[in-house]
């Protein structure tokens, strides 16, 4: 196996078009090109849905605790990203992202119809966003793997960021277009949006094929339970691994789950705006610090103290909250926004590269599954952040984040020396 992959690596250097260094340098590959257009797209839709679904949510119930149920029960599903990343281990990556991207725009087409017939009732945002969901749970580790077979590995941390920086900065525009249009048509276009981008997506991934991965010739037939089994063993035993899927898991948990779930009800009772437009505003905020956190990552991706370049990541994303906690004006509170994506960007963006550097190809699906374990666990976050909300306001829900977030990756930092010094 290791021979095989050698010569699959030499094979990968040999056959290369010439590749620029520097920020944009996976760009290069054509195959990588669609797969990074597809991301713009994606993100856009997933950016104008989750503005729209929190502010739905808000302004049916005023009940920050049903903006937690709603926008939770979106992540909830990606709990089974450890089963999607079977799947991805298992058919033609291809194929099964074709088919997810065209379910998810028949959901959104299906949902804005809906809207337009005034016939939504909160169960039905349930009902949407957990299907939602599940769409999503196969999407994600579906497509890191699919990035990574789309470069050779001389490029894959440079890959990775690109992608995050395409995903980031359909944030940034995003949520300013779904708050406008909020304010001034309601949320019915937003769907239909959603529906045509991911609609595009599909037309770019019918001519993308995944050039760099392995072949599949002598990989062990077993069982899909023992095909998770394998997956989940591998991050257990390693522990390069075990201590990236972790460290990712803090500030998912801890930060971000505070934030998305608690955004609206802080720009409508902190800060007195209720019209949809401010939100949007915020949400443009942190897809600024997204795409200038990714934007760092692809330019200096020859950094090689990656461990230590993660752990930094996340203690600066715990003390922007901290910050976060303490502001009360919009201005102010956009700029703390700004600075903790780009920490947490910089972290997810670095622990992703360290996994998919270290796995080999034919586990690659289950590991990304494992390691997206943090987006299905975000409800947990999300729900306990909304009782703190309800009863001590919102301030005090993202101060107990933050406070809590620090705590823990000081622990990582103290036991996981390996990490730390780890070079790649």
Do not use: C
Request: glycine share 10%; charged share 15%; no cysteine.
């Amino acid at each position: 196996m290791r021979e095989s992959s050698q010569r699959s690596e030499n094979s990968e250097a040999a056959a290369a078009p010439p590749r620029p260094a520097g920020t944009f340098a996976a760009l290069a590959f054509r195959n990588y090109r669609l797969l990074w257009v597809g991301t713009l797209f994606m993100s856009a839709g997933t950016w104008v849905q989750q503005v729209t679904l929190g502010w739905l949510a808000f302004e049916m119930t005023e009940s920050p605790w049903q903006v937690s149920v709603v926008v939770g029960l979106r992540t909830f599903p990606m709990l089974g990203a450890p089963i999607a990343g079977v799947i991805a281990d298992l058919f033609d990556r291809r194929k099964i992202l074709l088919i997810n991207q065209t379910y998810l725009s028949a959901l959104a087409l299906g949902f804005a119809l809906l809207l337009l017939l005034d016939l939504e009732r909160i169960w039905h945002l349930y009902v949407f966003s957990f299907l939602s969901g599940a769409g999503w749970g196969l999407n994600n580790p579906l497509r890191q793997t699919l990035v990574a077979n789309s470069v050779p590995k001389t490029r894959l941390m440079n890959a990775i960021a690109l992608n995050s920086m395409a995903f980031n900065s359909m944030r940034m525009i995003g949520p300013a277009i779904a708050g406008g249009l909020i304010q001034f048509f309601g949320a019915e276009l937003n769907f239909l949006l959603q529906a045509a981008f991911y609609g595009v997506v599909v037309l770019l991934v019918i001519p993308y094929r995944a050039e760099y991965a392995e072949s599949r010739e002598g990989r062990k037939e077993q069982s899909p339970l023992a095909d998770l089994r394998e997956g989940i063993a591998y991050v257990a035993r390693e522990r390069i691994p075990r201590y990236a899927v972790l460290l990712s898991m803090i500030p998912m948990l801890t930060m971000m789950a505070f934030i998305q779930t608690q955004l609206p009800v802080f720009v409508a009772s902190d800060l007195n705006s209720r019209e949809g437009g401010l939100l949007g505003v915020m949400y443009l905020g942190m897809g600024v610090g997204g795409f200038l956190g990714s934007l760092f990552v692809a330019r200096f991706h020859a950094i090689q103290r990656k461990g230590r370049l993660a752990i930094l990541a996340v203690a600066g994303a715990g003390v922007s909250v901290l910050l976060l906690s303490q502001t009360d004006v919009w201005w102010l509170a956009w700029g703390v926004l700004v600075w903790q994506q780009m920490f947490f960007i910089a972290v997810m963006t670095t622990n992703n590269a360290i996994l998919q550097s270290v796995t080999p190809d034919y586990l690659r699906g289950r590991v990304m599954g494992i390691y997206m374990l943090d987006v299905g666990l975000q409800p947990l976050g999300g729900l306990t952040a909304g009782l703190i909300a309800t009863y001590y306001g919102v301030s005090a829900a993202w101060a107990a984040g933050g406070a809590t977030g620090l705590a823990l990756v000081g622990v990582i930092a103290l036991l996981a020396p390996e990490f730390r010094r780890l070079r790649l």
